[in-house]
């Protein structure tokens, strides 16, 4: 098992330029996250989806689009890339049932927009 | 949102007790306790979760306050490995997104 997969894993950019981060699951959970972290900060929630079909804006939605493509893809859209979008993206599936309840998430996206 | 308080670092002796303090006041009735820790700029990592009884799995402890205000992870016996920042998140279980807010965390230093 693969868990969480995240590609690229470093890109570079131009202002203006689009691009899609992919992420995959081999885990069948339903719910799918995209975060993205600035330097020395924590996480901060960009979308959601709890389950295949459905997505929602979390706390930073603005600039990126999503795609729940089926259960196991969930992808990141940016249409105009931002030097203000420079960050690390992390993707995360969530498991729950009985006391569980946890995220598990990809080993990220190096993404630089010059 | 309640809103969590973490010191911004702290350091342990390798083999020693880490005691990572989290303070959430305003924490609700519904709201549960979770940490993760994220090791050198890798995707975090679940360690525990707990609404207000006492948790212990194979990576650590979570002692939580009777008036639910403050909780204490304890790992047990701290190795180099543990150097990590450690988020502790206050959130509704059944909200699947807005709620799951990652602060600043407190990076922990373990030394040989």
């Known amino acids: 098992n693969a868990g969480v997969t995240q590609t690229p894993k470093f890109q570079v950019l131009k202002t203006g330029q689009s691009m899609t981060l992919q992420c995959a699951q081999d885990m069948n959970h339903n719910s799918m996250y995209w975060y993205r972290q600035d330097p020395g900060m924590g996480l901060r929630l960009i979308y959601y989806s709890a389950s295949e079909g459905t997505t929602d804006k979390g706390e930073v939605p603005n600039g990126y689009n999503v795609s729940r493509l089926n259960k196991r893809e969930f992808s990141l859209r940016l249409e105009s890339a931002a030097p203000s979008q420079t960050s690390v993206y992390f993707c995360a599936c969530r498991h729950t049932g009985g006391r569980t309840d946890t995220q598990y998430f990809g080993p990220g996206t190096r993404l630089t927009v010059l | 949102d309640a809103k969590t308080t973490q010191p911004p670092s702290m350091d342990c002796a390798e083999g020693r007790a880490a005691n990572l303090p989290c303070n959430h006041s305003?924490?609700?009735?519904?709201?549960?306790v979770y940490w993760y820790r994220q090791i050198h700029s890798q995707g975090p990592q679940y360690i525990i979760h707990?609404?207000?009884n006492n948790e212990t799995n194979e990576m650590a402890s979570l002692i939580i306050t009777e008036d639910r205000k403050s909780s204490t992870l304890i790992l047990p016996h701290a190795t180099l490995r543990d150097t990590a920042v450690y988020y502790c998140i206050v959130r509704n279980s059944d909200n699947y997104g807005q709620n799951f807010v990652f602060g600043p965390g407190t990076r922990l230093s373990v030394l040989p």
């Open positions: 707990g609404l207000k």
């Open positions: 305003t924490i609700s009735g519904n709201e549960y």
